[in-house]
């Protein structure tokens, strides 16, 4: 069994800065890409950032500039640093991975952790 476990959400003032984790656990031969997505109430899921096992990075384009996406392979953790948080960012955040295990690939989700930003 395979787990992504997130953390970090909570409470933060518009401007904000939030850093949110999510640490892959289980058994497993490696983390391919990693992913970060988030979906408000009533709205569809949607991507934000994702990176590579060599790091190769990629953002939607509302969040380039105040968000950055960061992985430790050594701790199967993917890293989302969040500044200048609006209010509009307010959401439950999700990570995705693709596991690669016995020579097959699948993809995963988290629980979700919810990031609320007043104003």
């Known amino acids: 069994q395979v787990q992504l476990v997130e953390s970090g959400g909570g409470l933060v003032q518009d401007g904000g800065s939030l850093r949110l984790s999510c640490e892959a656990s289980g058994t497993f031969d490696n983390i391919e890409d990693m992913n970060w997505h988030r979906q408000a109430p009533g709205k569809q899921r949607e991507f934000l950032a994702s990176i590579t096992r060599a790091g190769g990075t990629n953002y939607e384009d509302s969040v380039k500039g105040r968000f950055t996406i960061s992985r430790d392979n050594a701790k199967n953790t993917v890293y989302l640093q969040m500044n200048n948080l609006k209010p509009d960012d307010t959401s439950i955040y999700y990570c995705?991975?693709?596991?690669?295990?016995?020579?097959?690939?699948?993809?995963?989700w988290g629980q979700g952790t919810q990031v609320t930003v007043s104003s």
């Open positions: 995705f991975a693709s596991v690669r295990h016995n020579g097959l690939v699948r993809g995963l």
